[in-house]
């Protein structure tokens, strides 16, 4: 397949993340929904595609999705409305395919201990050097993970399948106080922060204890 500019629509980026969720092609899915291949490069690429009802229906079902979601109709929903499968399975995951899962970057969410009690709270991380790393400001909540034992936490949920997956990271955490190590953190983060602002502190969890668990639909 060649290489392609990132998708910048809505639908464009909903659709694209879908079939990269189910590993598929861009020809894969073309083939699926009866479309020609070109034609949906131009819907993940172009911002203002607006592709009729029929074809959304034929790629949402290609996709095992829904048409309201590759418009964004649950984007404000938190995860997990969906019905559980009729035979559900829990799958303990090893080692090597949680590092794949926490993959080098994404957002995950940390908790820690606040003046109000416990909180657990979503950052931007990177995977460096077999650590876990996040930005935060010096007063936001994230920061307050330095210098104790903590616990890390990404998951996805395919709503369409009722499956999903979590990793656990277990293991202290500290400030990186070496400049030159920040300026480095900074030039490798594959995004800023979501939250914007100025967020200068970096916090590396060092896992001690890796763990992990999959839901298939039977």
């Known amino acids: 397949m060649t290489q392609a ?7 464009g980026r909903r659709l694209a993340l879908r ?29 203002f595609a607006s ?3 029929t074809c959304l229906l034929r790629v949402a079902q290609a996709l095992e999705t829904s048409v309201p979601r590759l418009r964004g109709a649950d984007a404000g929903l938190p995860p997990g409305l969906g019905e559980a499968a009729d035979h559900p399975s829990l799958i303990p995951l090893g080692l090597r395919e949680c590092l794949t899962l926490l993959s080098d970057h994404g957002v995950g969410r940390v908790a820690v201990t606040t003046d109000d009690g416990p909180a657990i709270v979503p950052v931007n991380y990177v995977v460096t050097d077999g650590a876990v790393v996040f930005r935060t400001a010096p007063s ?8 104790h034992e903590v616990a890390f936490e990404v998951d996805r949920i395919d709503e369409a399948l009722s499956e999903g997956w ?20 900074a030039d490798r983060a594959r ?22 668990r999959r839901i298939t639909a039977g």
Do not use: F, H, K, M
């Open 166 to 185: 979590s990793v656990l990271v277990l293991g202290p955490a500290a400030a990186v106080t070496e400049a030159d190590e920040r300026r480095d953190l």
């Open 140 to 147: 936001a909540a994230p920061s307050l993970a330095a210098d």
């Open 51 to 53: 592709p009729g009802p």
């Open 191 to 212: 995004t800023g922060p979501w939250a914007g602002g100025d967020r200068p502190v970096w916090i590396r969890i060092e896992p001690r204890r890796v763990t992990g």
């Open 19 to 47: 079939r990269q969720e189910l590993g598929l092609t861009r020809e894969q899915v073309a083939e699926r929904a009866g479309i020609a291949p070109g034609y949906l490069q131009y819907v993940e690429e172009q911002p």
């Open 5 to 11: 500019s990132a998708p910048v629509g809505d639908i």
